[in-house]
């Protein structure tokens, strides 16, 4: 297959599930919202962090976003690790909602794929992405599992190994590695001792 069908085939993707419609009465926009924020590690639960994943300006995400904690799918909550700093986090609404978001169809066309295939698309659709972000001058977002600044503790506690971020120099939890992070830094993907949880509720 040449690289023209593999553009055209990622874009397809994209194209099928945003012209869903307004699932659940939510526009393309706010489901981005609720997508993003659901995987956001937090360190990236800003609106600013999400203006630059999604590549709009912090007026319109912080618009955006504003309308949705009217509706009572978002909230603000002052961040645990820096009291000054607010973090935004969904409310059991939103995840409620997000059982129906459009992308779901795409969650399953993968869930079909075999264990390793997953694993290959999901490499080869990262460096994609960060080569495109990398031409087009916009931050790289990824997840601790293949970033540079993931570290491993030699020792392990209570049977588990723990994970510290270089960057912030915060420990991380299994759980945290497979969130998205506005810090990440691209490193070659790193054999964890066992898989991360995506998270949900
Ligand atoms: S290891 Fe990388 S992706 Fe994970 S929290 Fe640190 S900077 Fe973010």
């Not at 590549?55 to 690790?81: M, P």
Request: charged share 20%; net charge positive; proline share 3%.
């Amino acid at each position: 297959m040449n690289s023209h069908a593999i553009a055209e085939l990622v874009f397809q993707l994209g194209r099928i599930v945003s012209g869903k419609g307004h699932a659940d009465g939510l526009t393309d926009a706010q489901w981005a919202v609720l997508r993003y924020f659901s995987q956001a590690n937090r360190f990236s639960q800003t609106p600013s962090a999400f203006a630059a994943f999604h590549s709009t300006t912090r007026g319109t995400a912080s618009q955006t976003i504003k309308n949705l904690i009217k509706q009572g799918y978002l909230n603000r909550v002052r961040s645990v690790d820096d009291k000054r700093s607010v973090r935004i986090v969904l409310t059991d609404k939103a995840w409620g909602t997000l059982k129906n978001d459009p992308i779901e169809s795409l969650v399953r066309a993968a869930k079909c794929l075999p264990k390793n295939v997953q694993a290959d698309l999901a490499n080869a659709l990262q460096q994609m992405l960060d080569h495109v972000a990398q031409e087009s001058d916009k931050p790289h977002f990824g997840t601790c599992t293949s970033c540079h600044y993931l570290e491993r503790d030699s020792c392990t506690h209570a049977g588990q190994s723990t994970y510290e971020c270089r960057l912030t120099k915060q420990a991380l939890l299994l759980e945290e590695l497979n969130e998205v992070c506005i810090n990440f830094l691209p490193s070659k993907p790193l054999l964890l001792a066992k898989d991360p949880v995506t998270r949900s509720k």
